[in-house]
């Protein structure tokens, strides 16, 4: 029952334009769910994330679980191809990954732009997520589901267009100047 009362008082996250601002905080969002939720539903909202580990926790729900796999995968795929493009070998084990991951992937890296990149993968990211929606609205897994949705928007509404270039430039300046110094050395 805590579950309905909690999910019909959450701004719908659809149809967000980019001018608008996001109708809730993930501040509001985490003290709405500890005012309804207790036990295990809440520390796994609480552990809610766009960096999952590399190893799966058995212990995450069906959707969750599902998520942190596709999001694994993008994250190995973005650095396996990122590391190809700098000459750099890349290993993990288990790092077998989805065609339809490594194209989206492949086609992030192929863009000059971080930022039009950043936001081609958001749009890849809230379509998995779209594809893990639950069809019960009023069930744990929404909440899980909306918690992920509305950290992926949050994280792309505090970008800053000149202060990511700046890092993104600073960032390949030492990665390339590392390269010169280890061929140097050799």
Not at 52 to 70: F, Q, V, Y
Not at 157 to 181: C, H, N, P, T, W
């Amino acid at each position: 029952m805590a579950d309905y009362y909690l999910i019909s008082q959450l701004p719908s996250l659809d149809c967000l334009s980019d001018e608008m601002a996001v109708p809730i905080s993930e501040e509001r969002f985490f003290e709405l769910c500890g005012r309804f939720l207790k036990g295990k539903v809440l520390e796994k909202i609480k552990k809610l994330t766009l960096l999952p580990s590399l190893n799966a926790d058995e212990s995450d729900t069906g959707l969750i679980r599902a998520w942190n796999e596709k999001e694994r995968g993008l994250r190995l795929a973005l650095a396996r191809l990122r590391a190809e493009r700098m000459n750099k070998s890349f290993c993990v084990d288990g790092d077998n990954v989805p065609s339809d991951v490594l194209r989206a992937a492949s086609a992030a890296v192929e863009m000059s732009d971080p930022m039009e990149a950043e936001c081609f993968l958001l749009k890849y990211r809230l379509q998995l997520l779209e594809e893990l929606r639950p069809t019960e609205h009023f069930c744990e897994d929404y909440l899980f589901y909306y918690g992920l949705k509305l950290k992926l928007i949050s994280r792309v509404r505090g970008f800053d267009g000149a202060q990511g270039r700046a890092v993104y430039q600073s960032i390949y300046k030492s990665v390339m100047e590392k390269d010169r110094l280890e061929t140097e050395n050799e």
